[in-house]
């Protein structure tokens, strides 16, 4: 899905990204830059403190402002960016999207927007006129037009970019972490796609340009409920593939956190197909069967790129950030 929303702001202004990106989670802030045209990005991570970084759309995420601020300005500093403008790709469970149908849209952003947040008003559990909302058309033609919308409570969007700003740099496009990975599938194939983190799995369909499905769950505390949902999850999301496109899906592209690939270790991906095929799952009686899936890497950790070690958050979103990247 190479053109994705560009903005959380008003408007939909899509073009060029720029040639840097942070993703900024509980874990970490996670730094990528691109030195040049044509070459490869380059990488850093940088740990925060347990309860510095709190996704969330209810209350303050960031605990610890000055921290997180100094994360980002190291991470980056690592990775030399060519702008100070930076995409900031932030955790799925900050971001509400949403694929919505209209007759017709205004191809104007500024009649288009109202449109929208009167959409979208009971919708979300917070004030979409404060919020900040970015759209993306996906098809249209005579009879129908069918948008992404992506949107999130105002406050918390300007409690990241503040923390951006304090590190020198300037937020020029604002992404959830799944949607930004998507951009990184080199594929004209559809494609089913999972992010798992500590909080939340999110599972998506890509069809060309289109967004067939996209749809992160809150997932519980407790190992083997959590396990249990993750598994059930991904089924939901391969037999809504067949329906929607009348043949199984092949492959599944994971783009979440794992202990990446390491001396004797396992990738993200094969870990990830380990807990979808848990014994711990099998017996359980309204589990579903775990579908028959290959699970590849989405964005596959670079034997060379990193300035430092890379801890545990997937590369995806950082990477899917700079596609398309000036």
């Not at 509980?26 to 709190?54: D, M, N, R």
């Not at 037009?145 to 700003?165: D, N, Q, S, T």
């Not at 930004?180 to 089913?192: F, Q």
């Amino acid at each position: 899905m190479n053109s994705i929303l560009s903005k959380l702001k008003p408007g939909s202004q899509l073009g060029a990204r720029p040639p840097a990106a942070v993703e900024l989670a509980p874990q970490g802030v996670l730094a990528a830059a691109t030195p040049g045209s044509g070459k490869p990005p380059v990488y850093a991570f940088e740990p925060l403190p347990a309860g510095a970084v709190i996704p969330g759309i209810g209350e303050q995420n960031l605990r610890a402002p000055e921290v997180v601020a100094n994360a980002i300005r190291a991470a980056l500093a690592q990775v030399a960016p060519r702008t100070r403008a930076v995409t900031l790709v932030l955790p799925d469970t900050v971001v509400r999207i949403f694929v919505l149908d209209f007759d017709s849209l205004p191809g104007k952003a500024a009649e288009a927007v109202p449109i929208l947040r009167f959409r979208l008003r009971k919708m979300i559990p917070f004030d979409v006129e404060q919020a900040g909302l970015s759209y993306q058309v996906l098809t249209s033609n005579k009879t129908e037009c069918k948008v992404l919308a992506a949107v999130l409570p105002g406050p918390i969007l300007a409690e990241y970019e503040a923390a951006v700003r304090q590190a020198g740099y300037e937020p020029g496009a604002v992404l959830p972490s799944s949607l930004a990975a998507l951009a990184a599938i080199d594929s004209p194939e559809p494609a089913l796609t999972a992010n798992l983190t500590a909080l939340a799995l999110t599972t998506s369909i890509t069809h060309s340009q289109d967004l067939l499905l996209y749809r992160t769950l809150d997932l519980p505390e407790e190992p083997s409920l959590r396990l249990e949902e993750v598994r059930r999850c991904v089924s939901v999301a391969a037999a809504y593939f067949e329906d929607k496109l009348g043949a199984k899906p092949r492959l599944l592209y994971y783009a979440g956190a794992g202990a990446g690939t390491g001396a004797g270790g396992n990738s993200a991906a094969e870990e990830f197909a380990r807990l979808l095929d848990s014994p711990n799952l099998s017996h359980a009686p309204d589990a579903p069967d775990a579908p028959e899936l290959t699970v590849v890497d989405l964005a596959p950790r670079p034997e060379t790129g990193a300035a430092t070690p890379l801890g545990s958050l997937s590369l995806a979103g950082v990477t899917g950030a700079l596609a398309g990247a000036a």
